[in-house]
Protein backbone atom coordinates (compact mmCIF):
# COMPACT_ATOMS: atom_id res chain seq x y z
CA UNK A 1 0.00 0.00 0.00
CA UNK A 2 3.14 2.30 0.83
CA UNK A 3 4.85 1.59 -2.23
CA UNK A 4 1.38 2.15 -3.79
CA UNK A 5 0.72 5.46 -2.52
CA UNK A 6 4.26 7.07 -3.26
CA UNK A 7 4.02 5.70 -6.59
CA UNK A 8 0.53 7.53 -7.81
CA UNK A 9 0.11 10.56 -5.59
CA UNK A 10 3.19 12.20 -6.39
CA UNK A 11 2.26 11.82 -10.21
CA UNK A 12 -1.16 12.81 -9.32
CA UNK A 13 -0.60 16.27 -7.52
CA UNK A 14 2.38 17.15 -9.99
CA UNK A 15 0.76 15.93 -13.04
CA UNK A 16 -2.11 18.03 -12.02
CA UNK A 17 -0.36 20.85 -10.87
CA UNK A 18 1.80 20.63 -14.29
CA UNK A 19 -2.03 20.63 -16.13
CA UNK A 20 -3.01 23.64 -14.18
CA UNK A 21 -0.46 25.93 -13.53
CA UNK A 22 0.12 27.24 -16.95
CA UNK A 23 -3.07 28.25 -17.27
CA UNK A 24 -3.33 29.77 -13.63
CA UNK A 25 -0.73 31.95 -11.58
CA UNK A 26 2.04 30.60 -14.28
CA UNK A 27 0.17 31.51 -17.48
CA UNK A 28 1.96 32.25 -20.48
CA UNK A 29 2.64 36.08 -21.57
CA UNK A 30 -0.70 37.90 -22.46
CA UNK A 31 -1.62 40.07 -25.27
CA UNK A 32 -0.71 38.14 -28.29
CA UNK A 33 -1.46 39.41 -31.52
CA UNK A 34 -0.49 36.22 -32.99
CA UNK A 35 0.24 33.54 -30.13
CA UNK A 36 3.59 32.90 -29.64
CA UNK A 37 5.83 30.27 -28.50
CA UNK A 38 5.04 30.62 -24.64
CA UNK A 39 1.20 30.22 -25.28
CA UNK A 40 2.55 26.54 -27.16
CA UNK A 41 4.39 25.83 -24.08
CA UNK A 42 1.62 26.14 -21.95
CA UNK A 43 -0.97 24.22 -24.32
CA UNK A 44 1.64 21.31 -24.85
CA UNK A 45 2.62 21.42 -20.70
CA UNK A 46 -0.75 21.18 -19.61
CA UNK A 47 -1.96 18.44 -22.03
CA UNK A 48 1.24 16.66 -20.71
CA UNK A 49 0.49 17.59 -17.29
CA UNK A 50 -2.65 15.47 -17.77
CA UNK A 51 -1.34 12.34 -18.92
CA UNK A 52 1.19 12.20 -15.83
CA UNK A 53 -1.87 12.66 -13.30
CA UNK A 54 -3.56 9.88 -15.36
CA UNK A 55 -0.81 7.94 -14.94
CA UNK A 56 -0.80 8.37 -11.15
CA UNK A 57 -4.52 7.64 -10.92
CA UNK A 58 -3.59 3.97 -12.77
CA UNK A 59 -0.94 3.21 -10.61
CA UNK A 60 -3.52 2.85 -7.89
CA UNK A 61 -4.89 0.22 -9.43
CA UNK A 62 -2.07 -2.03 -10.74
CA UNK A 63 0.20 -4.49 -9.68
CA UNK A 64 4.03 -3.92 -8.71
CA UNK A 65 5.05 -4.52 -12.10
CA UNK A 66 2.43 -2.24 -14.04
CA UNK A 67 3.47 0.26 -11.70
CA UNK A 68 7.49 0.53 -12.84
CA UNK A 69 6.10 0.67 -16.25
CA UNK A 70 3.52 3.36 -15.60
CA UNK A 71 6.37 5.20 -13.43
CA UNK A 72 9.00 5.15 -16.43
CA UNK A 73 6.49 6.56 -18.14
CA UNK A 74 6.37 9.39 -15.93
CA UNK A 75 9.93 10.12 -15.97
CA UNK A 76 9.47 10.29 -20.00
CA UNK A 77 6.31 12.35 -19.89
CA UNK A 78 8.37 15.01 -17.17
CA UNK A 79 11.38 14.77 -19.56
CA UNK A 80 8.98 16.47 -22.08
CA UNK A 81 7.71 18.83 -19.25
CA UNK A 82 11.52 20.00 -18.64
CA UNK A 83 11.99 19.82 -22.55
CA UNK A 84 8.79 21.94 -24.10
CA UNK A 85 9.59 25.23 -22.80
CA UNK A 86 13.18 25.03 -23.41
CA UNK A 87 14.15 23.13 -26.46
CA UNK A 88 10.99 22.06 -28.08
CA UNK A 89 9.10 25.16 -28.41
CA UNK A 90 10.39 27.64 -25.94
CA UNK A 91 9.30 30.71 -24.15
CA UNK A 92 9.74 34.44 -24.80
CA UNK A 93 12.98 35.57 -24.60
CA UNK A 94 13.13 39.08 -22.09
CA UNK A 95 14.14 37.87 -18.75
CA UNK A 96 11.28 40.00 -17.78
CA UNK A 97 8.57 38.31 -19.48
CA UNK A 98 6.30 36.52 -17.34
CA UNK A 99 5.86 33.49 -19.13
CA UNK A 100 10.35 33.49 -18.74
CA UNK A 101 9.89 34.59 -14.57
CA UNK A 102 7.17 32.55 -13.56
CA UNK A 103 5.84 30.00 -16.37
CA UNK A 104 9.15 28.49 -17.29
CA UNK A 105 10.90 27.85 -13.25
CA UNK A 106 7.39 26.31 -12.35
CA UNK A 107 7.85 23.92 -15.44
CA UNK A 108 10.90 23.20 -14.28
CA UNK A 109 10.63 22.47 -10.68
CA UNK A 110 7.20 20.13 -11.50
CA UNK A 111 8.90 18.41 -13.86
CA UNK A 112 11.98 17.84 -11.67
CA UNK A 113 9.94 16.44 -8.86
CA UNK A 114 8.15 14.28 -11.02
CA UNK A 115 10.89 12.77 -11.90
CA UNK A 116 12.73 12.36 -8.48
CA UNK A 117 9.19 10.99 -7.05
CA UNK A 118 8.63 8.73 -9.84
CA UNK A 119 12.42 7.46 -9.72
CA UNK A 120 12.10 6.86 -5.68
CA UNK A 121 8.86 4.93 -6.57
CA UNK A 122 10.77 2.95 -9.72
CA UNK A 123 13.54 1.53 -7.47
CA UNK A 124 10.91 0.84 -4.05
CA UNK A 125 8.81 -0.82 -6.43
CA UNK A 126 12.16 -2.97 -8.07
CA UNK A 127 13.60 -3.52 -4.54
CA UNK A 128 10.08 -5.26 -3.63
CA UNK A 129 9.45 -6.92 -7.06
CA UNK A 130 13.41 -8.46 -6.71
CA UNK A 131 12.49 -9.33 -2.83
CA UNK A 132 9.32 -11.17 -4.04
CA UNK A 133 11.30 -13.32 -6.78
CA UNK A 134 13.92 -14.11 -3.61
CA UNK A 135 11.12 -15.43 -1.91
CA UNK A 136 9.69 -17.69 -4.81
CA UNK A 137 12.84 -18.88 -5.32
CA UNK B 1 18.34 -11.76 7.18
CA UNK B 2 21.37 -9.95 6.65
CA UNK B 3 24.38 -9.03 8.18
CA UNK B 4 23.92 -5.50 9.71
CA UNK B 5 27.89 -4.28 10.56
CA UNK B 6 28.39 -1.80 13.86
CA UNK B 7 29.36 0.49 11.20
CA UNK B 8 25.67 0.01 9.02
CA UNK B 9 23.45 -0.35 12.87
CA UNK B 10 22.67 3.74 12.79
CA UNK B 11 21.62 3.67 8.92
CA UNK B 12 19.15 0.27 9.77
CA UNK B 13 18.10 1.64 13.40
CA UNK B 14 16.81 4.76 11.51
CA UNK B 15 15.12 2.22 8.59
CA UNK B 16 13.47 0.23 11.22
CA UNK B 17 11.79 3.46 12.59
CA UNK B 18 10.53 5.10 9.36
CA UNK B 19 8.00 7.18 11.11
CA UNK B 20 10.02 8.34 13.52
CA UNK B 21 12.97 8.74 11.33
CA UNK B 22 10.76 10.84 8.33
CA UNK B 23 8.98 13.18 11.19
CA UNK B 24 13.01 14.10 12.18
CA UNK B 25 13.73 14.57 8.78
CA UNK B 26 11.22 16.85 7.98
CA UNK B 27 12.32 18.97 10.91
CA UNK B 28 15.98 18.94 10.02
CA UNK B 29 14.95 19.62 6.09
CA UNK B 30 12.84 23.02 7.04
CA UNK B 31 15.99 24.07 9.26
CA UNK B 32 18.48 23.53 6.66
CA UNK B 33 15.66 24.96 3.54
CA UNK B 34 15.04 28.08 5.91
CA UNK B 35 18.94 28.53 6.79
CA UNK B 36 20.18 27.92 3.23
CA UNK B 37 17.46 29.70 0.92
CA UNK B 38 17.44 32.81 4.09
CA UNK B 39 21.53 33.26 3.92
CA UNK B 40 21.36 32.95 0.04
CA UNK B 41 18.62 35.34 -0.05
CA UNK B 42 20.68 37.78 2.10
CA UNK B 43 23.88 37.49 -0.06
CA UNK B 44 22.07 37.91 -3.12
CA UNK B 45 20.70 41.58 -1.80
CA UNK B 46 24.27 42.19 -0.47
CA UNK B 47 25.64 41.73 -4.07
CA UNK B 48 22.86 44.08 -5.79
CA UNK B 49 23.68 46.59 -3.02
CA UNK B 50 27.39 46.50 -4.07
CA UNK B 51 26.30 46.17 -7.96
CA UNK B 52 23.76 49.18 -7.55
CA UNK B 53 26.95 51.19 -5.73
CA UNK B 54 29.09 50.53 -8.07
CA UNK B 55 26.67 51.90 -10.84
CA UNK B 56 25.29 54.66 -9.01
CA UNK B 57 28.85 56.53 -9.60
CA UNK B 58 27.09 60.64 -9.66
CA UNK B 59 26.83 62.90 -6.05
CA UNK B 60 24.00 64.76 -7.97
CA UNK B 61 21.00 64.26 -10.77
CA UNK B 62 19.25 67.30 -12.10
CA UNK B 63 16.22 66.18 -13.71
CA UNK B 64 13.13 68.69 -14.98
CA UNK B 65 10.23 69.51 -12.66
CA UNK B 66 8.47 67.10 -10.82
CA UNK B 67 10.51 63.81 -12.59
CA UNK B 68 12.16 63.33 -9.38
CA UNK B 69 10.37 60.35 -8.50
CA UNK B 70 10.62 58.49 -12.12
CA UNK B 71 14.30 59.71 -11.97
CA UNK B 72 14.53 57.59 -8.53
CA UNK B 73 12.43 54.74 -9.99
CA UNK B 74 14.28 54.69 -13.12
CA UNK B 75 17.95 53.99 -11.10
CA UNK B 76 15.93 51.29 -8.69
CA UNK B 77 13.48 49.67 -10.29
CA UNK B 78 12.62 48.24 -13.51
CA UNK B 79 10.51 51.15 -14.15
CA UNK B 80 11.14 52.82 -17.97
CA UNK B 81 10.31 56.57 -18.83
CA UNK B 82 10.46 59.30 -20.60
CA UNK B 83 11.04 62.83 -19.35
CA UNK B 84 13.37 65.62 -21.04
CA UNK B 85 14.23 69.47 -20.74
CA UNK B 86 13.23 71.35 -23.17
CA UNK B 87 16.63 74.26 -22.52
CA UNK B 88 20.40 74.05 -22.36
CA UNK B 89 19.77 72.52 -19.18
CA UNK B 90 23.49 71.47 -19.23
CA UNK B 91 25.40 75.33 -20.19
CA UNK B 92 22.58 76.11 -17.54
CA UNK B 93 24.17 73.95 -14.26
CA UNK B 94 27.95 74.42 -15.61
CA UNK B 95 27.73 78.02 -14.51
CA UNK B 96 27.43 76.79 -10.72
CA UNK B 97 29.94 76.55 -8.16
CA UNK B 98 31.36 73.44 -6.93
CA UNK B 99 30.88 71.06 -10.03
CA UNK B 100 33.75 68.49 -10.41
CA UNK B 101 32.63 66.65 -13.59
CA UNK B 102 29.12 66.74 -14.94
CA UNK B 103 27.64 64.91 -17.72
CA UNK B 104 24.17 64.58 -19.24
CA UNK B 105 21.69 61.59 -20.43
CA UNK B 106 19.31 61.04 -21.93
CA UNK B 107 16.35 59.03 -21.04
CA UNK B 108 13.80 57.27 -23.40
CA UNK B 109 11.10 54.54 -22.91
CA UNK B 110 10.81 52.15 -26.28
CA UNK B 111 7.78 50.94 -26.83
CA UNK B 112 6.11 47.48 -26.12
CA UNK B 113 5.02 46.01 -29.58
CA UNK B 114 3.73 42.89 -28.74
CA UNK B 115 4.18 40.09 -26.18
CA UNK B 116 7.64 39.37 -26.80
CA UNK B 117 9.24 42.79 -27.13
CA UNK B 118 9.84 44.19 -23.48
CA UNK B 119 9.44 47.76 -23.13
CA UNK B 120 13.14 48.82 -22.85
CA UNK B 121 15.06 51.74 -21.19
CA UNK B 122 16.72 53.73 -24.09
CA UNK B 123 19.65 55.65 -22.20
CA UNK B 124 21.31 58.39 -24.29
CA UNK B 125 24.82 59.22 -22.99
CA UNK B 126 28.36 60.93 -23.97
CA UNK B 127 31.25 58.76 -24.28
CA UNK B 128 33.46 61.73 -23.45
CA UNK B 129 32.70 63.34 -20.91
CA UNK B 130 30.75 60.23 -18.75
CA UNK B 131 31.83 59.09 -15.89
CA UNK B 132 29.17 57.33 -13.96
CA UNK B 133 28.39 54.31 -17.33
CA UNK B 134 31.10 54.68 -19.47
CA UNK B 135 33.86 53.26 -16.80
CA UNK B 136 31.90 49.88 -16.20
CA UNK B 137 30.69 49.76 -19.89
CA UNK B 138 34.66 50.13 -21.00
CA UNK B 139 35.54 46.82 -18.35
CA UNK B 140 33.30 45.18 -21.02
CA UNK B 141 33.72 46.65 -24.09
CA UNK B 142 36.77 48.38 -24.77
CA UNK B 143 36.16 50.16 -28.43
CA UNK B 144 34.19 53.06 -29.24
CA UNK B 145 30.36 52.89 -29.64
CA UNK B 146 29.18 53.99 -33.13
CA UNK B 147 26.46 56.50 -33.66
CA UNK B 148 23.21 53.81 -34.77
CA UNK B 149 25.14 50.81 -32.39
CA UNK B 150 23.51 50.15 -29.33
CA UNK B 151 24.88 48.24 -25.70
CA UNK B 152 22.40 45.91 -24.40
CA UNK B 153 21.36 44.86 -21.30
CA UNK B 154 21.82 41.88 -19.50
CA UNK B 155 18.16 41.16 -19.80
CA UNK B 156 17.72 42.37 -23.17
CA UNK B 157 16.44 40.22 -26.12
CA UNK B 158 19.27 40.54 -28.31
CA UNK B 159 18.22 38.10 -31.53
CA UNK B 160 20.36 35.39 -33.01
CA UNK B 161 21.60 37.91 -35.94
CA UNK B 162 23.04 39.90 -33.22
CA UNK B 163 20.29 43.28 -33.60
CA UNK B 164 17.61 44.54 -31.09
CA UNK B 165 14.52 46.08 -32.59
CA UNK B 166 13.56 49.08 -31.57
CA UNK B 167 10.68 51.65 -32.99
CA UNK B 168 10.52 49.13 -35.61
CA UNK B 169 13.76 49.57 -36.61
CA UNK B 170 16.71 46.73 -36.34
CA UNK B 171 19.57 48.59 -34.07
CA UNK B 172 23.23 46.40 -34.20
CA UNK B 173 24.35 45.22 -30.55
CA UNK B 174 27.83 45.57 -30.01
CA UNK B 175 28.13 44.22 -26.73
CA UNK B 176 25.70 43.20 -24.44
CA UNK B 177 26.68 43.39 -20.48
CA UNK B 178 26.93 41.45 -17.50
CA UNK B 179 24.35 41.16 -15.19
CA UNK B 180 23.85 43.87 -12.17
CA UNK B 181 20.99 43.13 -10.69
CA UNK B 182 19.70 46.49 -11.19
CA UNK B 183 17.64 48.21 -13.69
CA UNK B 184 20.30 48.49 -15.95
CA UNK B 185 19.80 45.13 -17.11
CA UNK B 186 16.33 46.39 -18.88
CA UNK B 187 18.07 48.99 -20.25
CA UNK B 188 20.23 49.48 -23.84
CA UNK B 189 23.16 52.46 -24.02
CA UNK B 190 23.60 54.20 -26.88
CA UNK B 191 25.67 57.62 -27.47
CA UNK B 192 23.93 60.95 -27.78
CA UNK B 193 24.30 61.50 -31.56
CA UNK B 194 22.18 58.13 -31.93
CA UNK B 195 19.27 59.91 -30.60
CA UNK B 196 18.08 61.89 -32.84
CA UNK B 197 17.96 58.92 -34.95
CA UNK B 198 16.00 56.78 -32.21
CA UNK B 199 13.30 60.12 -32.31
CA UNK B 200 13.01 59.85 -35.83
CA UNK B 201 12.02 55.90 -35.85
CA UNK B 202 9.73 56.15 -33.44
CA UNK B 203 8.10 59.47 -35.14
CA UNK B 204 7.98 57.00 -38.38
CA UNK B 205 5.84 54.86 -36.02
CA UNK B 206 2.98 57.13 -35.04
CA UNK B 207 4.64 57.05 -31.15
CA UNK B 208 7.27 59.95 -31.14
CA UNK B 209 9.22 59.56 -27.82
CA UNK B 210 9.83 62.95 -28.38
CA UNK B 211 9.10 65.97 -30.16
CA UNK B 212 11.26 66.50 -33.53
CA UNK B 213 12.31 69.96 -32.34
CA UNK B 214 14.04 68.85 -29.49
CA UNK B 215 15.53 65.40 -30.51
CA UNK B 216 18.43 66.62 -30.94
CA UNK B 217 19.03 68.63 -27.76
CA UNK B 218 17.06 66.89 -25.43
CA UNK B 219 18.53 65.86 -22.30
CA UNK B 220 16.71 63.94 -19.59
CA UNK B 221 19.26 64.72 -16.63
CA UNK B 222 22.95 66.47 -15.78
CA UNK B 223 24.78 63.66 -14.06
CA UNK B 224 27.05 65.44 -11.73
CA UNK B 225 30.06 64.78 -9.73
CA UNK B 226 30.65 67.50 -6.94
CA UNK B 227 34.38 68.98 -6.12
CA UNK B 228 36.01 68.77 -2.91
CA UNK B 229 34.77 70.88 0.23
CA UNK B 230 30.67 70.65 -1.33
CA UNK B 231 28.21 68.47 -0.36
CA UNK B 232 25.66 67.44 -3.33
CA UNK B 233 22.94 69.92 -1.27
CA UNK B 234 24.92 73.22 -1.33
CA UNK B 235 25.61 71.77 -5.38
CA UNK B 236 21.77 72.21 -5.98
CA UNK B 237 21.50 75.23 -4.28
CA UNK B 238 24.19 76.64 -6.46
CA UNK B 239 22.65 75.67 -9.32
CA UNK B 240 19.40 76.88 -8.46
CA UNK B 241 20.77 79.89 -7.66
CA UNK B 242 22.78 79.81 -10.70
CA UNK B 243 20.54 79.17 -13.26
CA UNK B 244 17.57 81.08 -12.24
CA UNK B 245 14.99 78.02 -12.55
CA UNK B 246 13.14 77.40 -9.34
CA UNK B 247 11.38 74.11 -10.73
CA UNK B 248 14.14 71.86 -11.17
CA UNK B 249 14.03 68.00 -9.45
CA UNK B 250 17.55 67.04 -7.82
CA UNK B 251 17.95 63.83 -7.03
CA UNK B 252 20.41 62.14 -4.99
CA UNK B 253 21.98 58.81 -5.70
CA UNK B 254 23.75 58.47 -2.38
CA UNK B 255 20.65 59.09 -0.48
CA UNK B 256 18.74 56.50 -2.48
CA UNK B 257 21.57 53.93 -1.88
CA UNK B 258 21.60 54.65 1.55
CA UNK B 259 17.60 54.15 1.65
CA UNK B 260 18.23 50.89 -0.13
CA UNK B 261 21.09 49.88 2.91
CA UNK B 262 18.26 50.41 5.42
CA UNK B 263 15.68 48.50 4.03
CA UNK B 264 18.14 46.09 2.76
CA UNK B 265 19.45 45.71 6.62
CA UNK B 266 15.62 45.63 7.98
CA UNK B 267 14.91 42.87 5.73
CA UNK B 268 18.36 40.63 6.39
CA UNK B 269 17.85 41.47 9.73
CA UNK B 270 14.22 39.73 9.83
CA UNK B 271 15.08 36.87 8.20
CA UNK B 272 17.84 36.46 10.82
CA UNK B 273 15.78 36.68 13.72
CA UNK B 274 13.23 34.32 12.16
CA UNK B 275 15.91 31.99 11.21
CA UNK B 276 17.65 31.80 14.66
CA UNK B 277 13.83 31.25 16.62
CA UNK B 278 13.08 28.55 13.79
CA UNK B 279 16.76 26.88 14.38
CA UNK B 280 16.31 27.19 18.43
CA UNK B 281 12.75 25.77 17.99
CA UNK B 282 13.88 23.14 16.02
CA UNK B 283 16.83 22.09 18.19
CA UNK B 284 14.50 21.80 21.09
CA UNK B 285 12.11 19.75 19.44
CA UNK B 286 14.96 17.31 17.84
CA UNK B 287 16.63 16.93 21.57
CA UNK B 288 12.98 16.10 23.31
CA UNK B 289 12.51 13.21 20.42
CA UNK B 290 15.99 12.03 21.03
CA UNK B 291 15.98 11.44 24.83
CA UNK B 292 12.21 10.14 24.78
CA UNK B 293 13.93 7.53 22.39
CA UNK B 294 16.88 6.88 24.01
CA UNK B 295 14.58 6.48 27.07
CA UNK B 296 12.29 3.90 24.88
CA UNK B 297 15.48 1.97 23.33
CA UNK B 298 16.78 1.26 27.02
CA UNK B 299 16.56 -2.53 26.45
CA UNK B 300 18.21 -1.80 22.75
CA UNK B 301 21.32 -0.07 24.49
CA UNK B 302 21.34 -2.86 27.41
CA UNK B 303 21.21 -5.97 24.79
CA UNK B 304 24.32 -4.08 23.05
CA UNK B 305 25.92 -3.80 26.09
CA UNK B 306 25.75 -7.41 26.58
CA UNK B 307 27.39 -8.26 23.46
CA UNK B 308 30.35 -6.24 24.18
CA UNK B 309 29.79 -2.34 23.61
CA UNK B 310 31.60 0.04 25.38
CA UNK B 311 29.68 3.50 26.56
CA UNK B 312 31.57 5.08 23.72
CA UNK B 313 30.24 2.56 20.89
CA UNK B 314 26.37 3.67 22.91
CA UNK B 315 27.24 7.51 21.78
CA UNK B 316 28.81 6.93 18.69
CA UNK B 317 25.50 5.01 17.38
CA UNK B 318 23.47 7.81 18.86
CA UNK B 319 25.81 10.36 17.47
CA UNK B 320 26.13 9.04 14.13
CA UNK B 321 22.28 8.23 13.82
CA UNK B 322 21.88 12.52 14.58
CA UNK B 323 24.39 12.96 11.89
CA UNK B 324 23.03 10.78 9.62
CA UNK B 325 19.76 12.72 9.79
CA UNK B 326 21.22 15.48 9.52
CA UNK B 327 23.24 14.55 6.96
CA UNK B 328 20.12 13.36 4.83
CA UNK B 329 18.04 16.13 5.86
CA UNK B 330 20.41 18.86 5.31
CA UNK B 331 20.97 17.35 1.25
CA UNK B 332 16.29 17.46 0.75
CA UNK B 333 16.56 20.82 2.57
CA UNK B 334 19.23 22.15 0.69
CA UNK B 335 17.87 20.38 -2.37
CA UNK B 336 14.31 22.40 -1.82
CA UNK B 337 15.63 25.87 -1.32
CA UNK B 338 17.38 25.82 -4.45
CA UNK B 339 14.42 24.42 -6.41
CA UNK B 340 12.67 28.02 -5.34
CA UNK B 341 16.03 30.22 -5.35
CA UNK B 342 17.57 29.80 -8.21
CA UNK B 343 14.64 29.24 -10.90
CA UNK B 344 12.98 32.13 -9.94
CA UNK B 345 15.85 34.44 -8.87
CA UNK B 346 14.61 36.93 -11.42
CA UNK B 347 10.76 36.95 -9.90
CA UNK B 348 12.40 37.40 -6.07
CA UNK B 349 14.19 40.33 -7.56
CA UNK B 350 11.49 41.37 -9.04
CA UNK B 351 9.01 41.17 -6.18
CA UNK B 352 11.22 42.65 -3.52
CA UNK B 353 11.60 45.89 -5.65
CA UNK B 354 15.14 45.78 -4.48
CA UNK B 355 18.95 44.98 -6.20
CA UNK B 356 19.21 41.64 -6.17
CA UNK B 357 22.05 39.69 -7.80
CA UNK B 358 22.59 36.19 -7.64
CA UNK B 359 26.00 35.39 -6.20
CA UNK B 360 28.76 33.32 -8.05
CA UNK B 361 28.60 29.55 -8.20
CA UNK B 362 32.21 29.55 -5.93
CA UNK B 363 30.14 31.49 -3.46
CA UNK B 364 26.87 28.97 -3.50
CA UNK B 365 28.79 25.83 -3.87
CA UNK B 366 30.70 26.96 -0.27
CA UNK B 367 27.01 28.03 1.34
CA UNK B 368 26.01 24.70 0.34
CA UNK B 369 29.07 23.12 2.42
CA UNK B 370 27.93 25.34 5.02
CA UNK B 371 24.80 24.73 5.07
CA UNK B 372 25.19 20.64 5.24
CA UNK B 373 27.84 21.27 7.89
CA UNK B 374 25.12 23.36 9.55
CA UNK B 375 22.56 20.38 9.16
CA UNK B 376 24.74 17.67 10.67
CA UNK B 377 25.57 19.59 13.44
CA UNK B 378 22.12 20.85 14.50
CA UNK B 379 21.33 16.78 14.24
CA UNK B 380 24.25 16.32 16.59
CA UNK B 381 23.75 19.12 19.34
CA UNK B 382 20.10 17.78 19.15
CA UNK B 383 21.83 14.15 20.47
CA UNK B 384 24.02 15.56 23.01
CA UNK B 385 21.70 15.04 26.11
CA UNK B 386 20.99 11.92 24.86
CA UNK B 387 25.00 10.88 24.52
CA UNK B 388 25.77 12.14 28.00
CA UNK B 389 23.31 10.58 29.77
CA UNK B 390 24.88 7.08 27.90
CA UNK B 391 28.28 8.00 28.82
CA UNK B 392 27.61 8.90 32.38
CA UNK B 393 29.43 5.86 35.16
CA UNK B 394 25.93 4.50 36.07
CA UNK B 395 24.97 4.09 32.52
CA UNK B 396 24.82 0.31 33.31
CA UNK B 397 22.29 0.63 36.06
CA UNK B 398 20.28 3.30 33.75
CA UNK B 399 20.31 0.29 31.29
CA UNK B 400 19.04 -2.39 34.04
CA UNK B 401 16.28 0.00 34.48
CA UNK B 402 15.12 -1.28 30.98
CA UNK B 403 15.82 -4.76 31.52
Known sequence: ?137 | MPHITLGRLPFENLKRKPFRTAALLVIVTMLSATFFGGAMLALNLNAGLDSMQKRLGADLMVVPQNTGAKAEALLTSSTSSTFYFTNDIASLVSKADGIAQSTVQTYISSLTADCCDEQVQIIGFNPATDFVIEPWITSEYDQTLETGQVIAGANINVSTSGTIKLYDHEFPVAAQLATTGTSLDNSVFVNQETIPRIVGYSAQVGHPAIPEEYADTAVSAVLIKVADGYSAEQVADNITEASGLDGLGYVYPGGITATTKTNLSAIVGYVALFLAAFWVMGVVVLLAVFSSSTNERKREFASLRIMGATRGTLVGLIVKESALLGLIGGVIGIALASLVIFPFSTLIGRQLQLPYLQVGVPTTLGLMAAGLVFAVLTGMIASVASAYRLSKPETYLMLREGE
Open chain 1, 1 to 137: MKNKLIASLPAIILGALTAIAPQTFAHACAGHDVPGACHYSALAASGVGVVIALLGVAALFVGTRERIGLNIAVVINALLVLAIPTVLIGVCQGAMMHCRMVMLPTLMVLGALAIVFAAIALVMDAKSTNAAATRVR
